[in-house]
């Protein structure tokens, strides 16, 4: 089983301008880096928990509609009467989201580490929920307290940092914990204040085996656990807009390595260059299917099947 811990919120997306100097009305789409996770390792077929704290407001409710819907076990989510995070998105000319959250008392800040964990053979985590307290400190004692293989993509949120010193000293904190780690280029030079891949070699020597980095239209690349860089080039997509390519690529991998029977940081240092190029494919093309819809819609499996 794959344990996808971490939040759930509701992006605000704008829609079209329909008039001169107005803006468009916020529609609602489903979505949190986890949450996205989850649902699109459900979707791909791979056996997949959710584990988090969901408002029982609407959309709290309709939250947890759509993971039953995507194949995403519930058992271990947590409720409470707290409202839903909001994030108030905003689209660039490229289709880049930007976003303004409203995360104050809203349930899944209130996330409590459970006393037992769920059974897991991988266990993913990031976004805001390893920045945001009290929950922060809950899901970084999840990821002390199990034996998993564990896969981090810190998502990083600039507007939410107070102190960013502080957060690259947690960073460099969780690394021995961590042994696949996937995050975006920008969100690599962001954290080192240096070249991403100069950062991401530094980062392998401190735990983690292998790393993986998104790179936007110039593709994926990987540093393997033999230390080699490979790298693929970027499935061609119309974008609509690009919110959820990222948590696209992360879901699709743990799919891809649970369907190849990795279960164990020993396999994915194993893992040589073709099969990471076979890898980063997948990731890549469900990531085009999800940037070629509006908000976070990752693809199910048989879609996927249909360009690869």
Not at 37 to 46: D, E, K, N, P, S
Not at 81 to 100: H, K
Not at 155 to 164: A, E, Q, S, T
């Amino acid at each position: 089983m794959i344990v996808v811990a971490g939040e759930a919120l509701v992006d605000l997306v704008p829609a079209k301008s329909t008039l001169d100097g107005e803006p468009g009305a916020l529609l609602p789409r489903l979505g949190g880096g986890p949450y996205n996770v989850a649902v699109t390792v459900g979707r791909l077929g791979a056996p997949v928990s959710f584990l988090s704290r969901i408002s029982s407001d609407d959309f709290g409710e309709a939250l947890v509609h759509r993971l039953n819907l995507s194949n995403v076990d519930t058992t271990y989510l947590q409720r409470g009467p707290e409202p839903t995070t909001l994030a108030v998105t905003s689209l660039g000319p490229d289709g880049g989201a930007r976003y303004t959250f409203y995360s104050e008392g809203t349930a899944d800040r209130l996330f409590e580490a459970p006393g037992d964990l769920p059974e897991m053979t991988m266990l993913s985590l990031g976004t805001n929920s390893l920045v945001l307290e009290p929950g922060a400190s809950a899901y970084e004692q999840v990821m002390r307290r199990t034996d998993a293989l564990t896969v981090l993509d810190p998502n990083v949120r600039p507007m939410l940092i107070d102190d960013p010193g502080a957060y690259r000293d947690r960073f460099a904190s969780w690394l021995p914990d961590v042994d696949l780690l996937k995050l975006s280029e920008e969100d690599a030079e962001w954290i080192a204040g240096k070249d991403a891949l100069e950062a991401v070699r530094e980062w392998r020597q401190r735990g983690p085996a292998t790393v993986v980095l998104t790179r936007g239209s110039k593709g994926l690349a990987v540093v393997t656990g033999s230390g080699e860089l490979v790298e693929v080039p970027a499935t061609r997509a119309q974008v609509v807009d690009t919110i959820g390519a990222g948590d696209t690529v992360h879901g699709a991998l743990l799919a891809w390595l649970y369907t190849k029977g990795v279960r164990s940081v020993e396999h994915l240092r194993e893992l040589d260059g073709d099969a990471w190029r076979e890898a980063l494919r997948y990731a890549g093309a469900a990531a085009a299917i999800t940037v070629s819809r509006a908000g976070a819609e990752p693809p199910y499996a048989a879609e996927l099947g249909l360009i690869l």
